[in-house]
C-alpha cells in the first residue's frame, strides 16, 4: 500500500533531533538526503548564489573602451576666457592641455587585456590593470605617474604629474563612453561629467 507524501514512510530520510525553525531534511526519491531551507532546497540556494558571482565576476572588466571618441557634452560646461579653455583649477605643466586638460574633444583609447593607453592630442598615458603605478619616464621626479583599476563594470584612471592630480571613471554603453574627470591642483579642484561618440 502506497502512503501519501504527508505520512512518514520507511524510505523516508530524517536527521534525529534537527527541529530548526523551517530547516527540514526530506527523503528523496533515489533515497538521498535533500535539505530544505523555507521549503526550498538549499542546493538550489547555493547554486543561485554562485551564478550571481559569477554574474558579477564576468560584469567586472568586461567594458571594452577602445576607440577614438569625440566630445558631445560638457557638464558643467567649461568656462571660456582666462583659466578656461583645455587647462584650469591651477593645473600647470607639460600635460596642462593634453592628460589634463578639462574637456578634451577627442580621445584615443587602446585597450588590451593587461594595460589601457589613453592618447589626448600628442600626450600618451599608459595604464596596467593590475592597480600597479606606472612612471614614464621611469625614475624622473616630474614623471607622469598612472594607476589604474576596476570597479565593477567601469574602469577608474588614476594620474598625477608634479602637484597635478586626475582621476577619470569611464564607463561605456553603445557607442557612449561617459567620463567622469576629477582635476586637482594647488587645493584647486573641478569635477565635470564628459560624454563621447565614438567616430572608430
Known amino acids: ?13 530524517r536527521t534525529p533531533g534537527l527541529r530548526t525553525s523551517g530547516l527540514r531534511t526530506w527523503g528523496t526519491p533515489s533515497g538521498v538526503p535533500m535539505l530544505l531551507f523555507s521549503g526550498v532546497p538549499v542546493l538550489l540556494l547555493v547554486a543561485v548564489c554562485v551564478l550571481i558571482s559569477s554574474g558579477r565576476a564576468t560584469a567586472q572588466g568586461s567594458a571594452n573602451f577602445s576607440g577614438m571618441w569625440k566630445l558631445t557634452k560638457t557638464d558643467p560646461p567649461v568656462p571660456a576666457g582666462r583659466g578656461g579653455g583645455g587647462r584650469g583649477g591651477g593645473i600647470s605643466g607639460p600635460y596642462a592641455e593634453t ?21 589626448i592630442g600628442s600626450a600618451k ?16 621626479v616630474l614623471a ?8 565593477g ?24 563612453l561617459t567620463l567622469v574627470r576629477d582635476l586637482e ?3 584647486a579642484s573641478t569635477t565635470r561629467t564628459l560624454t563621447y561618440s565614438k567616430t572608430s
Not at 135 to 140: K, V, W
Open 99 to 119: 592628460t589634463f586638460n578639462q574637456a578634451p574633444e577627442t580621445i584615443a583609447i587602446t585597450q588590451s587585456g593587461s594595460t589601457v593607453t589613453v592618447q
Open 125 to 140: 598615458a599608459v595604464f596596467t590593470l593590475d592597480g600597479k603605478t606606472m612612471s614614464t619616464p621611469p625614475g624622473d
Open 153 to 176: 563594470a567601469a574602469l577608474h584612471l588614476h594620474y598625477k604629474q608634479g602637484m597635478n592630480w586626475g582621476r577619470d571613471i569611464l564607463s561605456v554603453s553603445g557607442g557612449t
Open 1 to 13: 500500500m502506497t502512503k501519501s507524501c504527508g505520512h512518514r514512510s520507511s524510505g523516508a530520510l
Open 144 to 151: 607622469l605617474k598612472t594607476r589604474a583599476h576596476w570597479d
Open 185 to 187: 591642483s594647488g587645493g
